[in-house]
């Protein structure tokens, strides 16, 4: 380690490791500078000035964010004439910013808005031009609002170096900067995967999901609908955080109460379809293995992901399951099984999914998951849009009574709980697949090596004597970097799980937005995101996907045996190469 | 395809062949871009997509540089560029007139093509004929001490001769 060198930070004296930028070093003695375009995750861009900070001997302020700590440096972070600069810096940006607050859906909930507030802005001294743009409403999923965009392109490298999508870039120059998709293309047109991870680090509203709760709040009052929900497991995990509490707390008894108060005759659990999910995908599984079918096998649950494959990496679709993700399993079943069993016609029932997902509003809108004509699901609603439902509608959800799910589509096991972080699938995978492949019970069903942050894990699993490769991926840009290496090496894994967002589903696009002081998708945040899924899982007993009684029961009613054609016909779908014309992830 | 055509996508693959052999070969995009302007007058959306899929670099980066620097075309210029100059000599003797006589003429702003692919009109800072102020330049011929009348007249005349080309070649 190198030697530690002396800086001043406020006429303090300071000891701090050399090689680090002057906010890195102020973060860790307690000084938090102000700031605005920088992301703990991204590259350094520099573009937004806020975090400026005096140097004494340099020529002008310095971006703390890049500038690095030198030996005898002397910085002041607070004194009057830099309070006044960089209250300028967000004076300027806000005159170039429709101050509409109070009917903006980021009300409230906006860095921007803190930033100010914590400037002490309290008038408007600046009035110049005005950008104005239309709002691009073309996704299923992700609206693009360039007149609330300050371009601090924390989206453009979101989507480029963690997603690797490069979808957005920032058009044109100066006054008329644009974030935009290549050719001013319309965000549905493009290659876009709906993953959210710009709703997630845009600062204002200039990235929104399409919002369907006020379409919701009016079916949720008609008589003549039986209204059905179903709720991701990581809903649960992270739904405490829009109502202001530590991130970790499981809140699946007090969303179920919840969303019944809100009107829903049916509270069921996406949960109870990954169970499903692992016994056909499980079973699809052993099948290639046993048949030569082909490997690796790649799961399909995470639906930018889906996108993201079909339009980078059509070569290998044969190699994705065709098992429906946990949500469209959940919704064909909803209008199928259930609207049998309860005796009702399901262009009656109203088929609703909270998830913590952008994406799904785009895989619900898919034409292959359409069954006898009908939507699974017809209208999903994020984690932020669900909360702020609940909210809304007064519902108290800290202190609610926790109750539990409905049957025949809510009852899950500890296996079904971990979809939703990375390495979950894959899990519950293996402790089904195992026992179905060689009949004996798996003793040590929590695996360490797939578990946790590291962007692309490796397992190997011992089945009687055949071992079997697995890797996992979280985030688009090392799902592409695990296919690349797919690509020069067919034989080096037999079964991939990828989820499309940083951490899993934990991390979606649709979770709760980073509250004053934390920052978006941080990793402790989403560890114990993490933490409370694993333990759901140790709590439960059971913890195997097959053992769930009403998977059991499913199958003996309605689908008889994995991988039947009732199974087929209800919970598998295909997928097609979608070509965007030359637009290529790096190293593709 | 057309043989001018295929002339065109060859002399550009062999210049991104070239640039794809260097070290840092996406510091070549500018280059390459310029190479796409110099054979198709402006930079084509597929052949973007071409320059994309040869060189490896993202569609919407190269949307990025193409739309940040004012000398690519994003859209078919005409067989004639049309400048009508706003500097300040020019200005002061009536340019401003000049130029709307010019987009009232040809029914398009500055920076667009007209309909029929004959002209593209764009604003030029100082031609260096202020004595004659105001001008404009037609390709790479001073029209000085220009009126509304006079502006229009030599539109008219490029009219004529390429009416007058058509009928030849026909």
Known sequence: MAEQITIYINNKEYKVDPGQTIMQAADKLGFHIPRLCYHPKLSIEGACRVCIVEVEGARNYVASCAYPVANGMKIHTNSQELRQARRDIIELILDNHPLDCHVCERDGNCELQRLASSMGIRARHFQGERKVYDKDLSSEAVIRDPEKCILCGRCVRMCSEIQQVHNLTQAHRGFDTVVMPAYDMPMGESVCTACGQCINVCPTAAFLEKNYTQDLFQKLNDPNLIKVVQFAPSVRAAIGEAFGIEPGRNMEGELIAALRKLGFNYVFDTQFSADLTIMEEGSEFLERVQNNGKLPMITSCSSAWMKCLEQFYPDLIENVSTCKSPMSMQGALTKSYFAQKIGVDPKKILSVAAMCCTAKKYEAAREELLVDGMRGVDIVVTTREISWMIKSAGIDLLHIQPEEPDHPLGESSGAGAIFGVTGGVMEAAIRTAYELYTGQTLIDIELESIRGLKGIKEGKIDLDGKEIRVAVAHGLGNACKLLDTVRKDPERYHFIEIMGCPGGCIGGGGQPYAQANSIPLDEGALMKRAQALYDLDRGKTIRRSHDNPDVQKLYKEFLHSPLSKVSHKYLHTHYKAKLPKGIIPKNG | ?170
Not at chain 2, 20 to 43: F, M, P, R, T
Not at chain 2, 67 to 73: D, E, K, M, Q, R
Not at chain 2, 75 to 83: C, D, R
Not at chain 2, 135 to 152: P, Q, R
């Open chain 2, 1 to 170: 395809m057309t043989q001018v055509e295929t002339d065109k996508l060859n002399e550009l693959n062999a210049f991104m062949e070239q640039a794809v052999q260097n070290e840092h070969s996406d510091s070549y995009l500018i280059a390459v871009l310029h190479k796409v302007q110099q054979l198709y007058g402006y930079l084509p959306r597929e052949v973007m997509d071409t320059v994309a899929d040869k060189m490896q670099i993202p569609t919407a980066h190269i949307w990025g540089v193409a739309t940040f620097y004012h000398y690519f075309n994003l859209s078919p210029i005409g067989k004639h560029t049309v400048s009508v100059c706003l500097g300040t000599a020019c200005y002061v003797k009536g340019a401003e007139k000049v130029l709307d006589t010019v987009k009232k003429e040809l029914k398009i702003t500055v920076g667009q093509t007209t309909e029929d692919r004959l002209f593209t009109l764009q604003e030029a800072r100082c031609l260096g004929a202020c004595g004659i102020a105001p001008v404009m330049m037609i390709d790479d011929k001073i029209y000085g001490e220009l009126d509304a009348k006079k502006t229009v007249d030599i539109i008219n005349q490029y009219r004529k001769a390429e009416k007058q080309n058509a009928e030849k070649q026909s």
